[in-house]
């Protein structure tokens, strides 16, 4: 029910008049009467008696004059509880979705920081394949996804959230460590790789590519599922891996690893926020990408 018609009708009722109801509504006096006159017809029924020299309801308008009040009364506690929420602390759910590559590394540090800074707020965190996370923001199960890649997908929008810088990963008392090497060096070594499809792989694949190699010229011994496989490897001695550098910002500190430099190559990656299309934004959510913006920049 338009409670703009609702609020025509009790002012008339009130004020026993049509023109003292307009000036208290700050309209026009035919505005009123259209207002009550649509009213009526929505109803079937007269409400108002409009014979005598003042206005007076009929038994079916003193009905709905109780009621109106009532509804009348809600929406403006309705109003008033929604600015108090948009001004006050922040509190709710965040559901959110990333892939590996940034799920393992940025994301929950920028959400445990989230979190502290507005404690009444409760964050999810599920970590998957891109894919994964692409079609749940699409079937609005997440409200947010971080993605490495951008695939095409209709029920979702990507925008740019921060860039991600990918090193060659060495252990740290290897030949390579805080060196720049030759892509004919890097053929000698053994190569660990994450998946097919893994964003980092990717982005490789594409700097390589424009130097007109392939994957296949080096000697690729492992190809292992995520970041932290390969990390793990690495760790170990099996071979040096391309790698996101927030996966081993910490055994850089610790000093188990180093990173060297590949001449000719400037790999990095665009990450991305996946929305929902035509979803409306919570308030929750977007105080989370204005914090991340501003954390990450």
């Known amino acids: ?106 994301v929950p540090i920028v959400l445990g920081e989230f979190q502290r800074r507005h404690p009444e707020v409760r964050v999810a965190l ?64 053994p190569l660990v790789l994450m998946q097919e499809g893994a964003g980092v792989r990717q982005v490789i694949e594409d700097e390589l590519r424009e130097k007109g190699l392939r994957l296949r010229d080096f000697d690729v011994r492992l190809e292992l599922g995520l970041q932290e496989s390969a990390r793990t490897a690495v760790l170990a001695g099996f071979g040096v891996t391309f790698i996101s550098r927030g996966a081993i910002e910490s055994d850089l500190v610790a000093k188990t690893l180093a990173v060297a430099r590949v001449e000719g190559l400037e790999p990095s990656r665009e990450i991305s926020l996946v929305r929902s299309a035509g979803r409306a934004e919570t308030r929750v959510a977007r105080a989370f990408v204005q914090f991340a913006r501003e954390r990450l920049a």
């Open 126 to 189: 599920a970590v998957s394949d891109t894919n994964s996370v692409v079609e749940q923001v699409a079937r609005r199960e997440l409200e947010l996804g971080v993605v490495g890649a951008a695939p095409r997908h209709r029920g979702v929008t990507f925008e740019p959230f921060f860039r991600d810088e990918v090193v060659l990963a060495v252990p740290a008392d290897h030949r390579f460590a805080g060196k720049t090497i030759t892509l004919d060096e890097l053929r000698t070594e």
């Open 1 to 106: 029910m338009d409670t703009r018609q609702l609020a025509a009708f009790c002012a008339v009722v009130e004020r026993r008049s049509f023109s003292q109801a307009a000036d208290q509504l700050g309209v026009t006096q035919p505005a009123v009467s259209l207002q009550i006159r649509s009213l009526e017809k929505r109803l079937g029924k007269q409400l108002l008696d409009r014979s005598g020299r003042r206005v007076e309801p009929t038994e079916a308008g003193q009905r709905l004059y109780r009621s109106a009040q009532r509804l009348l009364a809600l929406e403006q506690q309705l109003l008033q509880e929604l600015g108090e929420e948009a001004e006050g602390e922040l509190s709710g759910r965040l559901e959110i979705g990333a892939s590996t590559g940034p799920g393992g590394t940025v």
